[in-house]
């Protein structure tokens, strides 16, 4: 007979079974925690884009389960969010009475196949940074504004997209380019305008388009060669003739237009149009939205879905957890025979539950820490796809203040760099009227430079830097600039009106009385003294002709293309083509010396404001090759001629003779020789010049012809107000 502990289990002691036991619970422990990490987490970049489209909306209620900070959106319930493995793929927030803007993380959700927010009160742009792989995009019936944003063109899985019954406006830019696997689009019910973009060419996959209740213009021999099925164009502006391809289209609606039916080719069928109908609503299922695509079936997990390594851990969990289990009913099963009735098994029941909980949760912390990935912005994943060079990464270099626009913004702005927007031709490049978002018109320069060494760049910021810090009344300011995909680019005011040599010589313009001409060669040079004298260092012109004198609403002069003339030898080949013509026509501003290296360009800048003084006076050209041979250089017909009052007099302007004081006229004319030295070093700095003309308008304010001088002002303001934003207005011939 069996009568104690030690002839049953002969090796063991109570202390040793307690200390076993503890051993056996702890590796529980550890792979419950190991367990507990094999399960994957929310991608923290998807967490972090909802947060911020939390917010942007408001932290509406009607988002069950949604967080400002933290949470697992594919472990718990977030409404309208279903995931594949750790990866928000489907953000489906359709008829939710949701309101703010889509915010600017979306960018983040690179798994995203699905957004659809329609039917909600969602207002403000269309954000640049959209999902990159989204198949279908649904942001109908909402308030969203503006236009469609240029980097939509970059969604290159995008198939289904629908912006219809909002109220986006203006003309839509060359958006669609890059869209090949686009198979339906709904822009109806907006106020588009303006003509189709060529980019929808493009669309070479596209089966149904629907533009109808827009303000659409022009032709729509752009869908001619479309692999159309459905086809509404109704109630726009369209005009110009019907396409005979038109003809298969299966559901097609065309009516409300301005077509010419005379010129429209014959079908070989009447055509029957429906006349209400419209197709508005998205794909309904999966695989219309997922496309070719494939990936995990998405779902909502209450549970996430375990790799090989967690089902491993599990089974050996499980394994060690019977053992113990058995281990310990053996020590109970003792235990009872023995009298002892406090088992182990219950107290470090309680220690372990509180132990694996206290671990569970720090384990928790640890894996929904941002530190375990690195958290990149949306503005650097975003510039990471363009080229830039290494010499613009340097930190400091960019210009400060000035404003760094991005080229989609810029793209946007100006119609995808439409030729319709050019306002001038120019020896660096063509500059664009640009609307921008906010509602600002700006003028965007683009120069043509070519491929530029490190040096070279750096010489170039140098330049944007010096050009933004002048601020003058009487030059134009550059706002920003712009160095993506190797571009240069810069951005300035806008100035509505015209250029001085438009207004001399033009012939649409009564001619510039007198007193004004005098104020606009006052202006220039208070800003030539202003960058000759008050910036340091010292910044020449070199580009100085009434060309780069604009004149706004109150005839007010600006000098435009400041300091930029150094960049001239940086320019491409098709740029130094445009220069060297245009050259032709400048040449007669140009200092004897130009071209001499060691001479200080200051003095060159002196020398065509005389020319240009001399053209206010005149009324010529500089150079002018219709003239008489001897009369092509307005300089050397005139130098000889300036101080005798006899010729002054025959060389004034038909438009203003008789309205100059001959003492006057002495005073102008002995500056116009003193900047016309052709040694430069006789030629005065900018600083006396002004002197001279300031102290010449005081006597002009004292003359007894100060109100017939007003008259003539406004006469010309009023003539001039009849072709202001005429289609024969310029920003720059040069800008």
């Known amino acids: ?137 649904n942001l109908a019936c909402n308030h969203l504004v503006e236009s469609i944003p240029h980097s939509l063109g970059s969604l290159k899985n995008l198939r289904h997209l629908n912006l219809s019954h909002n109220t986006l406006s203006g003309p839509i830019g060359n958006v669609f380019t890059g869209l090949q696997n686009l198979k339906t689009m709904d822009l109806s019910y907006n106020n ?9 060419e493009s669309l070479i996959n596209l089966a149904g388009l629907f533009l109808q209740n827009n303000q659409f213009t022009g032709a729509v021999t752009l869908l001619a060669d479309l692999p159309l099925t459905d086809l509404n164009i109704q ?79 599990i089974v050996g969990g499980v394994t060690l957890a019977v053992s113990c289990a058995a281990f310990l009913i053996a020590i109970r099963i003792h ?29 928790g912390r640890g894996e929904g820490s941002p530190g375990v990935l690195p958290i990149i912005s ?7 796809t363009f080229y830039t060079r290494k010499s613009f990464s340097r930190e400091g270099k960019f210009p400060p203040c000035a404003k760094l626009f991005t080229l989609e913004q810029l793209q946007y702005a100006t119609n995808g760099f439409s030729e319709e927007r050019i306002i001038g031709e120019g020896s660096l490049g063509s500059v664009y009227k640009a609307y921008f978002p906010d509602g600002r018109i700006l003028a965007v320069k683009v120069m043509k430079m070519a491929s530029l060494s490190f040096k070279e760049e750096e010489q170039v910021l140098d330049v944007i830097f010096m050009a933004y810090k002048l601020r003058h009344p009487n030059i134009v300011q550059l706002v920003g600039y712009s160095i993506e995909h190797g571009q240069h680019i810069l951005v300035y005011e806008y100035i509505r009106s015209l250029s ?116 206010l006076l005149t009324g010529t050209r500089p150079f002018d090759i219709s003239t008489p041979r001897e009369e092509n250089s307005l300089v050397k017909w005139a130098s000889s001629r300036l101080h005798d009052l006899e010729y002054l007099e025959q060389m004034v302007d038909l438009g203003i003779k008789g309205t100059i004081n001959l003492r006057v006229l002495s005073r102008i004319a002995d500056i116009i020789s003193r900047c016309l030295q052709p040694d430069y070093g006789f030629r005065p700095p900018m600083s006396d010049v002004v002197e001279s003309l300031v102290c010449l308008q005081q006597k002009l304010n004292k003359a007894e012809d100060g109100n017939e001088r007003e008259l003539q002002d406004k006469s010309f303001r009023s003539t001039y107000t009849r072709f202001f934003g005429s289609p024969t207005s310029h920003f720059s011939t040069e800008l």
């Open 1 to 137: 007979m069996f009568t104690g502990k030690s002839e049953i289990y002969p090796h063991f002691s109570d202390e040793m079974v307690r200390k076993n036991c503890c051993l056996c619970l702890g590796l529980v422990v550890i792979l419950t925690i190991l367990n507990v990490q094999a399960f994957a987490v929310t991608d923290p970049l998807d967490v972090r884009a909802l947060h911020d489209l939390y917010g942007s909306l408001n932290y509406p209620s009607q988002l069950k389960g949604w967080r400002s900070d933290g949470g697992d959106p594919c472990v718990e319930p977030w409404t309208g969010v279903a995931c594949s493995g750790s990866s928000v793929q489907y953000l489906k927030l359709d008829g939710l009475n949701l309101s703010g803007v889509l915010g600017a993380e979306l960018y983040n959700l690179r798994s995203l196949r699905l957004l659809d927010v329609s039917s909600n009160g969602i207002w403000g742009e269309i954000p640049q940074n959209l999902p990159p792989n989204v198949t279908l995009l």
């Open 500 to 615: 001085l040599e438009d207004a001399l010589h033009s012939g649409i313009y009564r001619p510039l009385p007198w007193s004004l001409r005098f104020q606009i060669a006052l202006g220039v040079a208070q800003a030539l003294e202003y960058m000759h004298s008050k910036v340091s260092p010292p910044i020449a012109h070199n580009n100085i002709k009434a060309g780069n004198i604009l004149l706004d609403g109150e005839l007010r002069p600006l000098v435009c293309d400041s300091g930029l003339a150094v960049l001239r030898p940086l320019t491409s080949n098709s740029a130094k083509l445009k220069a060297s013509e245009m050259a032709i026509g400048d040449s007669g501003y140009i200092a004897p010396e130009d071209g001499q290296p060691g001479i200080e360009k200051t003095k060159s800048d002196v020398y065509a404001f005389g020319v240009l003084l001399l053209e």
């Open 378 to 384: 949306p503005d650097v994943s975003a510039s990471a």
């Open 235 to 313: 109630d726009n502006q369209f005009s110009g003739v019907i396409p005979k391809s038109f003809q298969n289209i299966q559901n097609l609606w065309f009516g409300s237009n301005h077509f010419h039916a005379a010129g429209s080719p014959m079908w070989d069928f009447p055509p029957s149009l429906p006349i209400k109908r419209n197709i508005s609503s998205p794909p309904t299922s999966q695989s219309t939205a997922i496309g070719n695509y494939p990936s995990p079936k998405a779902r909502r997990p209450r549970k996430k879905k375990m790799g090989p390594g967690g089902i491993a851990c």
């Open 192 to 200: 588009f305008t303006g003509d189709l973009p060529s980019s929808f």
């Open 335 to 363: 235990r009872t025979r023995a009298m002892k009735p406090k088992g182990f098994g219950s107290s470090s029941s309680s220690s372990s539950g509180s132990s694996i909980e206290s671990q569970s949760e720090g384990t």
